[in-house]
């Protein structure tokens, strides 16, 4: 069965204290894996997609890496606006229809 | 930019009525999701449509039924609200497979509470 398990549920960091969120996934053949992020009371917005292992990309704090068995999404000297449910989410090569599994978020806070 | 919109952000209604939350999208995507998103959950897929008047059930379809008579449009029908469809709904859409990687965009959410 498919599944995206992410680490840990919460984290609270001080400002300017790097850390890594996990999300591990098992499909069967992966189509793409995907990071969101989301606001309280906000739909997820899209921050990256990494197709095959090995590949890294970055968007101002943020840097995601892609194994062959789970992703990486790396937070470099965070600030409080950082703060947000970062989601992770996987698609199968079978699946033609575009569908996602998510996992079930790591709620990240940062403290000044 | 991809915009998806969502018809109302916060909805009241009582249990036994029929609701419909619709959505929008403003990039000719092919493909439209609807989700709902619960605490300890995560987002779990209700019903999905890759075409006009196409639609297939997701994870958890019972309870709801969907429309889609327009590419831009998909809506989502709860034919009798109960309590336990109260819940955060998100509307997301992709452009369609055929070798290209789709990302979902989703929409601002429609928090339903069913009295």
């Known amino acids: 069965e498919d599944q995206v398990t992410q680490s840990p549920e919460a984290l609270r960091l001080q400002e300017g204290e790097s850390s890594s969120l996990n999300c591990s996934y098992t499909?069967?053949?992966?189509?793409?894996l995907f990071w969101y992020r989301q606001d309280p009371g906000k739909g997820p917005e899209f921050l990256f997609t990494?197709?095959?292992a090995g590949e890294e990309k970055e968007k101002e704090r943020l840097k995601a890496t892609l194994t062959k068995k789970e992703s990486f999404l790396h937070i470099t000297a965070p600030k409080p606006e950082d703060s947000a449910t970062y989601l992770c989410?996987?698609?199968?090569?079978?699946?033609?229809?575009?569908?996602?599994?998510f996992g079930q978020g790591t709620e990240l806070s940062v403290k000044p | 930019d991809v915009k998806v919109t969502q018809s109302s952000r916060y909805l009241v209604k009582r249990t036994g009525e029929k609701v419909f939350l619709e959505c929008v999208q403003d990039?000719?995507?092919?493909?439209m999701f609807w989700y709902r998103q619960d605490p300890g959950l995560g987002l779990r897929l209700i019903y999905f449509?890759?075409?006009?008047?196409?639609?297939e059930k997701g994870d958890i379809p019972e309870g709801y039924s969907v429309s889609r008579e327009k590419k831009e449009r998909f809506s989502l029908i709860l034919e009798s609200a109960s309590t336990n469809q109260t819940s955060m709904y998100l509307c997301?859409?992709?452009?369609?497979?055929?070798?290209?990687?789709?990302?979902?965009?989703f929409g601002p959410g429609t928090r339903l509470l069913v009295l």
């Open positions: 990039m000719d995507h092919e493909n």
């Open positions: 989410a996987v698609q199968a090569l079978r699946d033609q229809g575009g569908k996602l599994i």
């Open positions: 990494l197709y095959s």
């Open positions: 449509s890759y075409d006009v008047k196409m639609k």
């Open positions: 997301a859409s992709s452009i369609l497979a055929g070798g290209r990687k789709e990302t979902q965009y």
């Open positions: 499909v069967s053949g992966l189509r793409g």
